[in-house]
């Protein structure tokens, strides 16, 4: 069976929304099923998970249309948000933003939109969904493009929604923003968020499109306040657009580096017309970083001079990029997974496969990895599916260790695949939740008709994964006892309303035993005072120096487990408003009278705050310090 050359073929080239109708297509007719896996006795990682849907897996629709899914993203409750695009006529003539909700256990979420779903019309526009996330206060943001029908000149498209799935007007025009690029049209296929709320949206600028060969893309990157307005601090007027050798160059991902430096991961056609792995690193007011790659640019070559495509990234704790797509090669007969591992100067990596790259093959041709995934403990998670001209295709997952080889405790010898019946279903978007459960999304097609619905299956992953799970502020109130604060690890910060002096515990808990690791405070006033202690599972930080009136935040590091799982850098963020006893960010007359009113009460799980020098009884000592920061207020 022969692939088509994709250098000849414009059903490959990397304009992003045609790529949605390629996979489509291609979907609709891909390879034939790889055999089944014999059922094990007992559960382990790569098994679909009993516990979510039907037997790991779930497909739903939209109004009997065709539907297909890009992206997820996982609520603080564990709810999961696919996204993507309902062909309302099935036919590409009414495409429309499409995002559904799901339970932690599958079932649609019956408060999110009518039934669990949301639908966004962009009159006389066919409109795709390419990515998702959920922000911290819980809000959820899309991205794509919207474009005339069959034409390409469309371009970038935000939208953000409310919990419960209406638009949030705050954003944009009515909850959109639309972004016009100065070529011929854009298309935004990724999303980041940086730490001080603003928006990263990633993808293709057509500085001039053709249907042949003579067509120019360039990378496309926007930066967006919270409010969904173009930051002027950035590029210019909010953009930066990068081009490698004149021809055809699209970005399919984008990372935030803990430095605020941003990586954008995609591919790249060179003079010879042949495409490689391409990425370009910039400083954070969006000029290229020259100090990476060769002028701030890296391209990878697979080898066969042929077609390459990094079509997701991610990035390791200790810097080092991770890129996964897909290789051609053979004159377009072999077209396996592909992933690359780059150092922090955007060299391949040699301590990964020995040559910074390496290939997986599912048995036979055309696999393409649509998602990367990185494990706490460092081993890798490539998720995707097979395309090429047959009747059948599944949801294809792989696994690496660090150092590049497949993990033979993974599926069967490292590999997975899961069909949902016998036709072409792909696997375009994944993610690790919390508890190391992997989720995939994609669609699968119906026998009448030729629809499509949205797909989504769970998988077990429980080995070597290390994740926090929670942390509080811990205070002993005298004889009364000891009182946590909750500081949520998403949303809006806890709220520390005692007045110690300038010293607090902080209790991390994890998902498994921890042995090792070190904080820092790295943003506000206080300093960690010595090392932190280890029991079990829970890390216990003591701060020192910290002012009040501010949110302060503690960047755990280097938390590792007895097996050496490791927590990426992890950043939680605490209120110190002293005297705040109703935590609402302001110290007010309410504040005093609530404390009053506790006067000689037994301090407990109800009253602690109104304790607000937390010595274990409430006097008028807890009054006077609560009236001396009347007035004090966070933003």
Known sequence: MKITNPK???????????????????????????????????????????????????????????????????QADGKLVVAGTSYTNNDFSGEDFALLRYNANGTVDGTFGANGRVTTDFAGLAAEISDILVQPDGKILVAGGA????????????????????LDTTFGNGGIVTTIFPGQGSFASALALQPDGKILAAGTDYVNFSSDDSS?????????????????????????????????????????????????????????????????????????????????????DFGDHNFDRAQSA???????????????????????FAVARYTTLGIPDPTFSSDGITQIDFGSCCQSANSVLLQADGKIITVGFPNSESSDADFLLARLDPKGTLDPTFGLAGKVQTSFGDLNDAANAALLQPDGKIVAVGFHPTASNRLAEFAVARYLNGAGTLALSSAVSRRGHGGAGAFDIALPLTGEPGLESRNTGGFFTMIFSFSSDVASGTAAVTTGTGSVLGTPVFAGNTMTVNLTGVADVQKIVVTLSGVTSSSSALVPDTMVSMNVLAGDVTADKSVKNADVSLTKQQIDVAVGATNFREDVNADGVITRDDVRLVRLAKGHSLP
């Open 216 to 300: 120019n893309t360039d990378f496309a990157l926007a930066r967006y306040n919270p409010d969904g307005s173009l930051d002027p601090t950035f590029g210019s007027g909010g953009l930066v657009t990068t081009d490698f050798d004149g021809f055809n160059d699209d970005a399919f991902s984008v990372l935030v580096q803990p430095d605020g430096n941003l990586v954008l991961v995609g591919s790249a056609k060179n003079p010879a017309n042949f495409y490689d792995f391409a990425a370009a690193r910039y400083l954070a007011n969006g000029v290229i970083d020259t100090t990476f790659g060769s002028a701030g640019k890296v391209r990878t």
């Open 147 to 166: 474009f005339p029908l069959f034409v390409f000149g469309g371009d970038f498209v935000l939208a953000r929604y409310n919990s419960n799935g209406s």
């Open 314 to 336: 991610a990035l390791q704790s200790d810097g080092k990029i991770i890129a996964a797509g897909f290789a051609i090669s053979h004159n377009g007969l072999v077209q396996n």
């Open 8 to 74: 000849q073929d414009g059903r490959l080239r990397a304009e992003p929304k045609k790529r949605r109708r390629w996979l489509l297509s291609c979907s609709m007719i891909v390879l034939l099923a790889l055999g089944s896996v014999s059922p094990r006795a007992t559960a382990a990682d790569g098994d679909l998970d009993p516990a979510f849907g039907n037997g790991g897996t779930v497909t739903s629709d939209f109004q009997h249309s065709t539907d297909l899914a890009f992206g997820v993203a996982i």
